[in-house]
């Protein structure tokens, strides 16, 4: 795309990025197309959902309630898609459940969750980011300090509570290990090298209420030393809480004694929000959130020093309540000041040439509709952003779209910042349900969606055509195999008795893209959606007697209508 030009898609057109939102206490991933900013599809997470079947059949429902512990909602914050040598590979995509700690993988492949890691030690897993170059962990940023295990001890008692970093391993999304540390902490993001994780803090003061947490002019951005801390585990220097290591990076911790310390602590002014590594790895950029100022660490310098502070070499002034900072391929930031309602963009080596506070660094402010949260530029997480759009994500619309009562729509708005002497052009505005906060973008040519499913892909066994079967295994219990074509179902008509446990597996045997069914039954809270190709089961209690017209919640044909199978419920009198 260039400066100026045409930014719409036309009609049958494909866009060419996918933009991964987060849908926050939807406890979704929305997919949007860039630059068309349509809304494509939504990923259940945390959350069961009918028009997908998530929640409905057995694997789903599993993933729901024994990995994701039962809980029905979750917060998604931070979606952050999966890297290999410092690029996008498309395989997966992270994200964090803030409300019930938690993190979810979605397999790339087929835009689904896979797998739900409920995470010990931490309430509140704000952050989620990754160890690069090559995704080796999966880091957990716990913001809310509890005690550890928060099993009824010291309710009463906030010295004893702690928050943690954790490390999850990518494959396995086992918990390997977790850090305690002093404060909160908020976001993170990881250095390009693999050495170095960082992430925002606050609440240095470990207070409980707002006033307690706000004392201090100072907090902190804690930078991790990943190889450190896998030495400290490989030498049992850790407690084992709830099954998991956990070692102790707080200030006053003997593993932070001498000149390797596994966590150091960079003073900031105080809350410092969003932290993010610039593509070239050189910096990682903390923004002040209640101070005027970005703070720019030099990632080298870190393990260099005496005292981390002196790593910080820029500290210009940005505006109004800076929040989140994303880049393009230019050496640009783009920083987002909810304060202000704008977006500033600045030249983060001319930050580390200026003096202190200075407003030199800026080059171009924006306004946005109204007060941004986070932002995201195209593949600004990686060492090579595009440097062409760029999204802010908007807490509030205000009077942006027509009114639909008390409760709005969020404002996502799409610049074009791909020509620096014409500056940043906003071109669209999209309404997005509550609430959106953070997004990676990722070039269309990087990720391989299937068309169908693959057989090879799932542990149950595909029904074929003259396969179907019915089958009473005793007195109570009933296995169902069956399929799924464009108008009919393997058995038009099935009879079970009250009371039976039906086991029930229905494969869709189309082999067309896009030709989707689904098996619905009233009363019975049932809807297994089915890929071409898919194969889904579920078990159920027949504990209402009557007549049941499954039917498919697709419209896959002509004769929607007339795709049924006829579940016969005989009373037990």
Not at 10 to 23: I, K, Q, R, V
Not at 50 to 76: I, M, N, P, Q
Not at 478 to 499: C, D, K, L, Q, S
Request: glycine share 8%; net charge negative.
């Amino acid at each position: 795309a260039s400066g100026g030009g045409d930014h719409s898609v036309a009609p049958g057109e494909h866009d060419e990025y996918y933009g991964f939102l987060s849908g926050g206490h939807t406890g979704e991933i929305r997919v949007v197309g860039l630059p068309s900013m349509r809304e494509l599809m939504r990923i259940p997470v945390f959350q069961a959902e009918s028009a997908r079947g998530f929640g409905h059949d057995a694997k789903t429902t599993e993933l729901l309630e024994e990995e994701g512990d039962g809980h029905v909602w979750g917060d998604t914050h931070h979606p952050r898609v999966s890297q290999t040598d410092n690029d996008y590979d498309g395989r997966w995509l992270f994200v964090n459940d803030k409300a019930n700690g938690r993190m979810a993988r979605v397999d790339l492949e087929y835009f689904e969750t896979d797998a739900i890691t409920n995470v010990p030690n931490c309430q509140g897993v704000h952050g989620a980011c990754m160890q690069l170059p090559d995704t080796q962990l999966v880091f957990g940023v716990g913001e809310f300090r509890v005690p550890m295990p928060n099993d009824g001890r010291d309710v009463d008692s906030p010295d004893e509570y702690g928050s943690v970093l954790t490390a999850i391993d990518p494959e396995t999304m086992d918990v390997e290990w977790q850090v305690e540390v002093d404060g909160n902490m908020d976001n993170g993001d990881g250095g390009k090298e693999g050495r170095w994780f960082f992430a925002t803090g606050y609440n240095s003061e470990e207070g409980v209420t707002e006033s307690e947490m706000a004392r201090s002019d100072r907090d902190y951005v804690k930078a991790f030393d990943i190889p450190a801390i896998w030495e400290a585990v490989e030498n049992g220097e850790y407690e084992e809480i709830s099954g998991v290591p956990v070692v102790d990076g707080t200030m006053d911790s003997s593993l932070n004694e001498g000149d390797r310390p596994i966590v150091r602590y960079v003073a900031t002014p105080k809350s410092p929000h969003g932290v993010s590594v610039t593509p070239d790895g050189n910096y990682a950029i903390a923004s002040g959130k209640l101070d005027p100022t970005c703070t720019v660490i030099d990632v080298e310098a870190i393990a260099e020093v005496d005292d981390p502070q002196e790593a910080i070499v820029g500290q210009p002034r940005v505006g109004m309540g800076p929040l989140h900072t994303a880049y393009d391929d230019r050496g640009h930031a783009y920083t987002t000041l909810f304060i202000d309602s704008q977006v500033v963009k600045w030249d983060y080596e001319a930050a580390v040439e200026a003096e202190a506070r200075s407003e030199g660094p800026i080059i171009e402010k924006h306004d946005v509709h109204y007060n941004p949260g986070h932002l995201i530029a195209s593949e600004s997480y990686t060492a090579s952003p595009q440097g062409d759009y760029l999204v802010s994500l908007n807490k509030l619309s205000k009077d942006r779209f027509l009114p639909v009562g008390p409760i709005h729509p969020e404002n996502d708005q799409m610049f074009y910042i791909g020509d620096d002497d014409a500056g940043m052009q906003l071109i669209k505005d999209k309404p997005s349900y509550p609430e959106p906060h953070d997004a990676s973008i990722v070039h269309k040519d990087k990720i391989e969606p299937a068309k169908t499913w693959d057989t090879d892909d799932y542990e149950l066994d595909f029904v074929p055509e003259g396969e179907e079967s019915f089958e009473r295994v005793d007195e109570n219990t009933v296995e169902i195999e069956m399929w799924a074509r464009r108008n009919e179902y393997a058995f038009p008509e099935v009879t079970v008795r009250e009371g039976d446990e039906v086991t029930l597996r229905i494969s869709n045997v189309e082999t067309t893209s896009d030709v989707i069914h689904s098996i619905a039954i009233p009363e019975y809270d049932i809807n297994l959606a089915l890929a071409p190709q898919d194969t889904r089961e579920v078990t159920f209690t027949a504990d209402e007697p009557g007549v049941f017209w499954a039917y498919c919640a697709y419209f896959c044909s002509a004769l929607h209508l007339e795709m049924r199978s006829r579940i016969l419920v005989e009373p037990q009198d």
